[in-house]
């Protein structure tokens, strides 16, 4: 009998778990503490739990955790580490720190099925959803754990396409019995996939990101295969219906494609979709890709981009790219090699 793993279950499912046992419900709360804050690996190690209780446990439950496999550094700092998710499957998840900052770019799937053109992990093919626990796992057993400041949810994989599990993991990365993170300091980044978006937008408070990399229909279309469905003025559309509040935030993410999308034509065309709307576009500098035909733009044409929307209203910024040289920075998330 493959046994169950504890790490992805919330409160309630882990108080369940405690009663299933014929035990008291509080249990259950000290399992929360055990997986979440003290970021164990093993039940035996729960010595709060008695002997016979640990034992209980070991007969249905592991704790379900999934120490880094290698580490790659960059020179700037950034590291990239690589997670296992089952035989022969693997994530990546980057650590980013920055001064008083460390942002924890995480994965949600292995592999992507939105075939964006300009993106490794799309290249990649799609392999399976991670589920809660494999998402959490990313930040509680990241050897830099403890100084995360920001998640984004912007590694491998299309969040929006596997948002149950998404959802779950924001819970208990939110919760107070879980990792008590604000959600203020967490962004969940999507191509756009709107019924998936909408279900976030009401159930959660954490930041939102569309990838937007286009104005324009056709052009979009031609480099994201989701445009077809789901067209990125529908997108803000929606959005514009949703009363958001003040401290939440939606970013447009534009990645600056030479000769493609980085005119003065693109410019006015996003400033007129986003005319009014509070929101933010973070500018990319494309990381170029063995045979993939984009190249990326100078950093005087992202700046000049960056000015021109600030100018006619819509707030504008440029992301700094971090981690090339170990291929963790946007687009780069792959482990194809890895898969058999």
């Not at 399976?128 to 494999?134: C, D, F, V």
């Not at 959802?167 to 967490?186: D, F, K, Q, Y």
């Amino acid at each position: 009998m493959q046994k169950e793993s504890l790490l992805g279950k919330n409160l309630v499912e882990l108080q369940a778990v405690a009663q299933q046992l014929h035990l008291q419900r509080f249990v259950g709360k000290q399992l929360c503490d055990w997986l979440y804050k003290k970021k164990c690996t093993s039940i035996d190690a729960m010595t709060n739990l008695s002997k016979k209780v640990r034992e209980q446990l070991n007969e249905k439950y592991v704790v379900g955790c999934s120490l880094p496999q290698s580490m790659q550094e960059s020179t700037d700092g950034t590291k990239k580490y690589l997670f296992a998710t089952g035989e022969n499957r693997y994530v990546e998840a980057v650590f980013i720190p920055d001064k008083e900052r460390a942002t924890l770019c995480l994965s949600t799937q292995m592999g992507c099925k939105m075939n964006c053109s300009f993106c490794m992990t799309g290249k990649q093919g799609f392999q399976n959803n991670l589920t809660a626990g494999e998402i959490v796992n990313q930040i509680i057993h990241l050897p830099e754990s403890n100084r995360i400041s920001n998640i984004v949810y912007m590694g491998m994989g299309e969040p929006f396409d596997n948002l149950d599990h998404v959802l779950r993991s924001l819970e208990i990365v939110t919760s107070e019995w879980g990792l008590a993170m604000s959600p203020r300091r967490i962004t969940v980044s999507s191509i756009g996939i709107i019924p998936a978006m909408k279900t976030f937008v009401e159930k959660s408070d954490c930041h939102l990101a569309i990838s937007m990399h286009s104005p324009f229909h056709e052009e979009r279309e031609k480099m994201m295969p989701v445009e077809k469905v789901y067209p990125i003025a529908d997108v803000i559309a929606v959005l514009r219906d949703y009363d958001l509040g003040l401290q939440r935030r939606i970013t447009f993410e534009y990645i600056l494609f030479k000769d493609v999308n980085d005119s003065e034509t693109h410019v006015k065309a996003v400033a007129k979709l986003l005319k009014g709307m509070r929101c933010r576009v973070n500018l990319i500098r494309f990381h170029e890709i063995p045979k993939i035909e984009f190249k990326g733009v100078d950093p005087l044409a992202a700046a000049r981009f960056r000015d021109s929307l600030n100018e006619k209203g819509v707030l504008a910024t440029v992301r700094a790219s971090r981690g090339e040289d170990i291929l963790a920075a946007c687009g780069l998330l792959s482990t194809k090699e890895f898969v058999k």
